[in-house]
T-cell receptor, first 117, second 112 residues
Framework: EAGVAQSPRYKIIEKRQSVAFWCNPISGHATLYWYQQILGQGPKLLIQ????????DSQLPKDRFSAERLKGVDSTLKIQPAKLEDSAVYLC???????????????FGPGTRLTVL | LAKTTQPISMDSYEGQEVNITCSHN???????ITWYQQFPSQGPRFIIQGYKTKVTNEVASLFIPADRKSSTLSLPRVSLSDTAVYYCLVAVGGSSASKIIFGSGTRLSIRP
């Protein structure tokens, strides 16, 4: 079974530029998560989708971050404009379990390491 | 925002049992407690999940007291390959507005 795919693996941009990350979840998984993991910290949930609807985006900085999951499969996360403090690894995960719940195994992709200069 | 608390780091030796505790005072009533393992440059990987009392699988055990305000991950007979960061994950808050929270992580170092 193929895992969660993410691209690119690495990205370096200058502040005020824009960047987009792509995630392809495990086939059949209805729930998709985007996390931000700053060096030395645990992952922080940015947004959770159930199919193509948003379940929780309370910690997404909506003035600069946006995410979509068209057709309930692939998802993109965009930052525009980027700030120095956005430097982090952006992790995508998927799960077959629904809801704002910690239950159910989340399968994580390898992440995209973003460096903002 | 409610949060979870874990020790920052732990050291142990091969063959020993390691116990890592996570406190989560505001865990959602109906939610599970999940533990993940993360190696450098990789995404977290599921270890074990439980709701109450004790759960055991082929790699770990999870102990959850009756009040569910903490949980302990137990790794029996650790090896060098268990060197990693371990996170607890819970949903906190009320059942209608719970939020997924990862702990800050415990960096486990295993020595020969």
């Amino acid at each position: 079974e193929a895992g969660v795919a993410q691209s690119p693996r690495y990205k370096i941009i200058e502040k005020r530029q824009s960047v987009a990350f792509w995630c392809n979840p495990i086939s059949g998984h209805a729930t998709l998560y985007w996390y931000q993991q700053i060096l030395g910290q645990g992952p922080k949930l940015l947004i959770q989708f159930q199919n193509n609807g948003v379940v929780d985006d309370s910690q997404l900085p909506k003035d600069r971050f946006s995410a979509e999951r068209l057709k309930g499969v692939d998802s993109t996360l965009k930052i525009q404009p980027a700030k120095l403090e956005d430097s982090a690894v952006y992790l995508c995960a998927s799960s077959s379990r629904p809801g704002t719940s910690g239950s159910g195994e989340q399968f994580f992709g390898p992440g995209t390491r973003l460096t903002v200069l | 925002l409610a949060k979870t608390t874990q020790p920052i780091s732990m050291d142990s030796y091969e063959g020993q049992e390691v116990n890592i505790t996570c406190s989560h005072n505001n865990i959602a009533t109906n939610d599970y407690i999940t533990w993940y393992q993360q190696f450098p440059s990789q995404g977290p990987r599921f270890i074990i999940q439980g709701y109450k009392t004790k759960v055991t699988n082929e790699v770990a055990s999870l102990f959850i007291p009756a009040d569910r305000k903490s949980s302990t991950l137990s790794l029996p007979r650790v090896s060098l390959s268990d060197t990693a960061v371990y996170y607890c994950l819970v949903a906190v808050g009320g059942s209608s507005a719970s939020k997924i929270i990862f702990g800050s992580g415990t960096r486990l170092s295993i020595r020969p």
